[in-house]
């Protein structure tokens, strides 16, 4: 199959963003290691509206394929980019590309007008308040929970629409509907009450992952005769468990607003569930936008393996509040991901062959 070029400039933009947020990261977990202004400070925004605020407006748009859509991923790309130099404008640029991601949405839900676009859309909204909030001067830990909102709002449509194939009952379609509705009234109410909308947040990302583990094409793709799509069930099927898991956590702490708690409520949900989505999802969306499949190795459990196990001692630092532990599964952390980019090279480069 022919790799389709035109679209690596604006792939490269969410790599390299997410490059400089994991190196942000290591920084923030006390590794020395070479800096510059304004970068440990843009470890969070790097990774949600740099990486994935890329790679996110440009997947719809080589979908969708109206040129003006393929402004957005290049605002955000631009956004990150100014966060290391002029971070107002860095800011100011995100939110403008947030809103650009909200029209895509918007494009979407007009064509398709069901549960599973509304909800990707309603994700975009969450973005979207959560950066305009951010542009006002609100703190990261007070719209953080907007944020997340985004991305699990985002996955969370996703994979309602992949599930169409199972014919899901109306009344657990309700009860999705249920726990992405108080997801974001979670996020609203952490404005005014930090802990009550925490502790909302926490409930709803329970509810969520107990949902998913139920309903999701995971759970019977666990055994799937082929190897890719087991491996992408395994991904997702886990990344529900550390859904739950962030739930369950911020249902007991509450309101967080730096320290051992904060970084392991945030990182089992952006790392445990998140990542691990993105890890699932690869095969499919690394295709969508290049024109060339994914090979599957068996290697790929590695990076799966290490994500998970290095999270769990991360975790384990925060709770027993021992830095070094923390900082060792941090530093773990980076080193699946980077296993994961260099896999997913090596399988395009053999697919295009």
């Not at 002029?86 to 809103?99: D, K, W």
């Not at 082929?226 to 962030?246: D, E, H, K, Q």
């Amino acid at each position: 199959m022919k790799l389709l070029t035109r679209f690596i400039p604006l792939l490269m933009l969410a790599i390299f963003a997410l490059l400089l947020g994991l190196w942000a990261g290591l920084l923030r977990l006390g590794w020395s290691l070479p800096a510059f202004p304004n970068l440990t400070l843009a470890h969070g925004p790097l990774m949600v509206s740099g990486f994935l605020g890329v790679l996110i407006p440009l997947e719809r748009a080589v979908a969708i394929r109206q040129r003006w859509m393929f402004l957005v991923p290049i605002l955000t790309g631009l956004g990150w980019m100014g966060l290391l130099i002029a971070p107002g404008v860095g800011e100011l640029l995100l939110t403008l590309g947030s809103l650009g991601t909200l029209a895509i949405l918007i494009v979407m839900v007009r064509r398709e007008p069901h549960i599973h676009t509304i909800t990707v859309a309603f994700g975009a909204l969450a973005w979207v308040i959560g950066n305009l909030l951010w542009v006002s001067g609100l703190p990261i830990y007070q719209i953080v929970t907007w944020w997340m909102a985004f991305l699990i709002l985002t996955i969370g449509g996703e994979r309602l629409e992949i599930n169409r194939v199972l014919r899901t009952s109306p009344v657990q379609i309700r009860i999705f509907i249920l726990g992405m509705a108080a997801l974001f009234a979670g996020a609203m109410l952490a404005v005014f009450n930090l802990d009550g909308g925490a502790r909302l947040s926490g409930l709803s990302m329970l509810v969520l992952s107990l949902w998913f583990l139920k309903n999701d094409l995971a759970r019977l793709n666990i055994q799937h005769a082929n190897p890719l799509t087991r491996y992408i069930a395994i991904c997702l099927f886990s990344g529900f468990i550390w859904l739950g898991v962030g739930g369950v956590l911020q249902l007991s702490v509450g309101a967080t607003y730096a320290g051992p708690y904060y970084d392991a409520v945030l990182h089992v949900v952006f790392l445990g569930f998140v990542m691990s989505m993105i890890f699932g999802h690869a095969p499919i969306i690394f295709p969508a936008i290049l024109g060339v499949p994914i090979n599957f190795h068996p290697a790929f459990y590695g990076h799966l393996v290490l994500l998970h196990l290095s999270l769990l001692l991360r975790v384990a630092g925060d709770l027993t509040d021992q830095l070094e532990i923390r900082r060792l599964g941090g530093l773990l952390n980076e080193v699946a991901i980077l296993l994961f980019l260099g896999m997913t090279v090596y399988s395009i480069i053999k697919g295009k062959g």
